[in-house]
């Protein structure tokens, strides 16, 4: 049976070739890290969007329609993608219907970034 073949070392910049299914040469084996949970934000349940999210979610998409809210405001119609809370839960808002809506991909990223 062939070997499998020579790989660059994943460490940027680094020429190595390795073998054996390994992903860092020698020199760069001690850089692979694990991946570990965020420990500060908690995984999805503990943050608030467990299986009881997935249900408003899916409710907030039917309310609305599937479109999003911020491209009708403007006179637009594109499908919605993602819910999002208007009065962020950092900054108090709860997961109350009213203060959840619709919006596409675009909108919540520049909504996002805004806040």
Known sequence: MPSRPLR???HRG????????????PAHAGEAVKWQPDARRGNRHARGYGNA???VRAAILRRDCGICQACRRAGRVS????V??????AGG??????NLEALCRPC????????
């Open 79 to 82: 499908e919605a993608t993602d």
């Open 84 to 89: 999002d809370h208007i009065t962020p839960k």
């Open 8 to 10: 660059p070392c994943k």
């Open 14 to 25: 680094c020429p190595t070739l390795v073998a054996g299914g390994a992903t860092y040469c």
């Open 53 to 55: 999210w997935l249900r």
């Open 108 to 115: 919540h990223r520049a909504k996002t970034a805004r806040e």
């Open 93 to 98: 808002g709860t997961d109350d219907e009213d």
